[in-house]
């Protein structure tokens, strides 16, 4: 299972950047997929997740809703993470995660950084 995450880089705060994460080895359309994020020092935490289900129930960390979209397309087995607004303490390393019952795959992160 790989779980290919890209799109981090250096933005200035109130800049946007897109996240992207392919997945190969699963049946991306049975999992729930997310993103996650992790701040030097600080625990991982849920930053927005999508069902497996034709409806893709989202969810959203109140520090990110308005500002940022997750979104998948089954067709290329991948989920996106659209950020906007960008603040300073959005930087972290941004995880992939795909989840399905016992199944719980990491991908192996990408970096943003929020700076002027």
């Known amino acids: 299972v790989q779980l290919q995450a890209s799109g981090g880089g250096l933005v200035q705060p109130g800049g946007s950047l897109r996240l992207s994460c392919a997945a190969s080895?699963?049946?991306?359309?049975?999992?729930?997929m997310g993103w996650y994020r992790q701040a030097p020092g600080k625990q991982r935490e849920m930053v927005a997740t999508?069902?497996?289900?034709?409806?893709?129930?989202?969810n959203y960390a109140d520090s990110v809703k308005g500002r940022f979209t997750i979104s998948r397309d089954n067709a290329k087995n991948t989920v996106y993470l659209q950020m906007n607004s960008l603040k300073p303490e959005d930087a972290a390393v941004y995880y992939c995660?795909?989840?399905?019952?016992?199944?719980?795959?990491w991908g192996q992160g990408t970096l943003v950084t929020v700076s002027s």
């Open positions: 080895g699963i049946i991306f359309s049975s999992y729930d």
């Open positions: 995660n795909a989840y399905r019952g016992r199944y719980n795959f």
């Open positions: 999508i069902t497996r289900t034709r409806v893709g129930i989202i």
